[in-house]
């Protein structure tokens, strides 16, 4: 069974920049797409992009691409988001989530339990 | 790549049924077979529901289904009960590889 543990919360501030981890476990790593997804206070959820852990192909929103880089490190299964230029609109819970690619599934299940970014001056 | 559209909030008593829509267009809902839906309770996980249109996860109960025509989606909910009360999201793979969501649905049982 899969599960995921992503770091700790993180208070930055405006125009600085933030790396969260998600720690994949309990199967290949090599065979899953890992996808960020976050959601802010009183919105919905919002699709940040994903990684392909073996070849570190990426595939970001256009809403954060030039921000936001996707890496994961396969010696030791996790993966990174790391999103630069930070403004109190990136203040929201972000997720990490698998899809398997291997045969492709196209949904999103497990999900990680989040990472809360506050960004604040 | 604008969000799907859901309607903001739906309500329902216990026992009834609703159906909460989401509308895309030719390039996500209408190209592809690939939605999904998620139920969200604030402060915890997404839990995936329904995916590929129809199906059902192992373990998510029969009273959710899920359907689509042309670019609409929807997500039914029969039976209502109280621990359905959360936020519902539809979620479409596009002809850019990316991902959209719904803007998200909040159902509230009376």
């Known amino acids: 069974e899969v599960q995921l543990l992503q770091s700790g919360a993180e208070v930055k501030k405006p125009g600085s920049s933030v790396k969260i981890s998600c720690k994949f476990s309990?199967?290949?790593?090599?065979?899953?797409?890992i996808h960020w997804v976050r959601r802010a206070p009183g919105r919905g959820l919002e699709w940040v992009g994903l990684?392909?852990?073996?070849?570190?192909?990426?595939v970001y929103a256009e809403s954060l691409e030039g921000r936001v880089t996707l890496s994961a490190d396969t010696s030791i299964d996790t993966a990174y988001m790391q999103l630069r230029s930070l403004t109190s609109e990136d203040t929201a819970v972000y997720f990490c989530?698998?899809?398997?690619?291997?045969?492709?599934?196209?949904?999103?299940?497990?999900w990680g339990p989040g990472t809360l970014v506050i960004v604040s001056s | 790549q604008s969000a799907l559209a859901q309607p903001a909030s739906v309500s329902g008593s216990p026992g009834q049924s609703i159906t909460i829509s989401c509308t895309g267009t030719?390039?996500?809902?209408?190209?592809?077979?690939?939605v999904t839906w998620y139920q969200h309770h604030p402060g915890q996980v997404p839990k995936l529901i329904i995916y590929?249109?129809?199906k059902r996860p192992s373990g998510v109960s029969r009273r959710f289904s899920g359907s689509k025509s042309g670019s609409t989606a929807s997500l039914s909910i029969s039976g209502l009960r109280a621990e359905d009360e959360a936020d519902y999201f539809c979620?479409?793979?596009?002809?850019?590889?990316?991902?959209?969501f719904g803007g998200g649905t909040r159902l509230t049982v009376l």
């Open positions: 989530a698998t899809e398997k690619w291997l045969p492709r599934s196209y949904f999103f299940d497990p």
């Open positions: 309990g199967n290949t790593f090599g065979d899953y797409y």
């Open positions: 990684v392909e852990p073996e070849e570190g192909h990426t």
């Open positions: 030719s390039i996500d809902v209408g190209e592809y077979d690939y």
């Open positions: 590929d249109v129809s």
């Open positions: 979620s479409s793979y596009t002809d850019k590889f990316t991902w959209v």
